[in-house]
Each structure stands twice: as C-alpha cells, then as structure tokens.
C-alpha cells in the first residue's frame, strides 16, 4: 500500500517561495504522475499541477507563472515550489499519486502552509 | 479557462438517494472522477473513470455521463456519507486539469 507524506515549512513570508516535498512510500514512483492540491480554509479544493516520473509536468493555468513541480526518483520525492506568495496561498496543501486513468487514488495527510510576516 | 459547475449543496434524508451533478464541455470527451473530502481528512476517490469504484468503496456509490453532465449518486444514503464531494477531468486540450467548486452533501 503505498503512502505518502508531505514536509515542509508550516510559515511562509509574504512575497517569499513556498516549498514542500512528498515522500513516496510502500511502492514505486516510477510509471505514474504524482500531484499537487491544496485547499484554502473554508474554500474547495485546487488543483495546482502534476508531474511524470520522466519530468513532464502540466501546471494550473492560475499559478502556472509561480509554479514548478519536480521529481527525484531516486529519493521516491517530488516537490513542490510556489513563489510570490501571498495570504492567498494559505492552504492544506496535498500531495497525491495519479493511476492509470488520471484518478488520484492515493493522497498524503495534508500539511497546513500559512502565510504571513 | 475551463470549469466544472456543481450545484453547491444538496440535501437527502437517510436512505434516500442523493445525485450530485458536475457540468463541464469537454466531459462528453474526457474522464470524471469523484472525490469525497470530510473535514481534517485528505480526499477519498470514490468514482473514477465516469462509473467506475475503487475497490473499497461501498456499492451505494454509483457514476454516469450524459454528454455535458455527469452524475454522481449515492443510494440509500447512511450519514457517513455527510461531506463535500468533488468531481474532477480534464480540459479538451489536455493541458491542465481541475476541480468542481464542490457540492455539499447534508444527511437531513
């Protein structure tokens, strides 16, 4: 059963980068897409950008100018970096694992970023 | 850019059945996916591929797709079921996915 944890700053400055990783765990990293999700207090989920084992990444159109997903393989890692931010990156933040037909079918706990000076 | 338009709450009494919509232009062409997210608790795939179930997840939870619209229902509905349900795809061109805005699901 594979697992994933996020980890990472819980405090981030305004106007600073936001960076966090997810640690794969139980399984392989190779031969899927792993994503990025977050949720704002009180407000829906967001989907933010994914990424392929081999790098190719897609990104949220929205954030898509402060983004950038990558991947270790060899650490079973792929992070995720977001700049600029503002308090309205204030979010649980998840990390998931994308199966074959694009669903999300494993997710981590979620980890809280605030952000603010 | 694209979107997925869910109605924002929906309300069944137990053991009735609640069918939660997730509107999009490009769903006649591409997969929807459903999630259930409780309060504290990371998402939980509950339909995938239109109408497919995880393993794990009761028979209750059924998918469908008519051309712009796909359905997520619950059948005799028990109030562990209470949560935000989420329907996800894909834009035409393939270059980003997204979220619904969400559906609140309230067990009367």
């Known amino acids: 059963q594979v697992q994933l944890q996020e980890s990472g700053p819980g405090l981030v400055k305004p106007s600073e980068t936001l960076s966090l990783t997810c640690t794969v765990s139980g399984g392989s990293i190779n031969n899927y897409y792993w994503s990025w999700v977050r949720q704002p207090p009180g407000k829906g989920l967001e989907w933010i950008g994914h990424?392929?084992?081999?790098?190719?990444?897609k990104y949220s159109p929205s954030l898509r100018s402060r983004v950038k997903i990558s991947v270790d393989t060899s650490e079973k890692q792929f992070s995720l970096r977001l700049s600029s931010v503002t308090a309205a990156d204030t979010a649980v933040y998840y990390c998931?694992?994308?199966?074959?037909?694009?669903?999300?079918?494993?997710w981590g706990q979620g980890t809280l970023v605030t952000v603010s000076s | 850019s694209y979107e997925l338009t869910q109605p924002p709450s929906v309300s069944v009494s137990p053991g009735r059945t609640a069918r939660i919509t997730c509107s999009g232009d490009a769903l006649p062409k591409k997969y929807a996916y459903w999630y259930q997210k409780k309060p504290g608790q990371a998402p939980v795939l509950v339909i995938y591929k239109d109408s497919e179930r995880p393993s794990g997840i009761p028979e209750r939870f059924s998918g469908s797709s008519s051309g712009t619209t796909v359905t997520l229902t619950i059948s005799g509905v028990q109030a562990e079921d209470e949560a935000d349900y989420y329907c996800q795809s894909e834009d035409s061109s393939d270059s980003y996915w997204v979220f619904g805005g969400g559906t609140a699901l309230t067990v009367l």
């Open positions: 990424i392929h084992y081999s790098g190719n990444t």
């Open positions: 998931a694992r994308v199966a074959s037909y694009g669903e999300s079918d494993s």
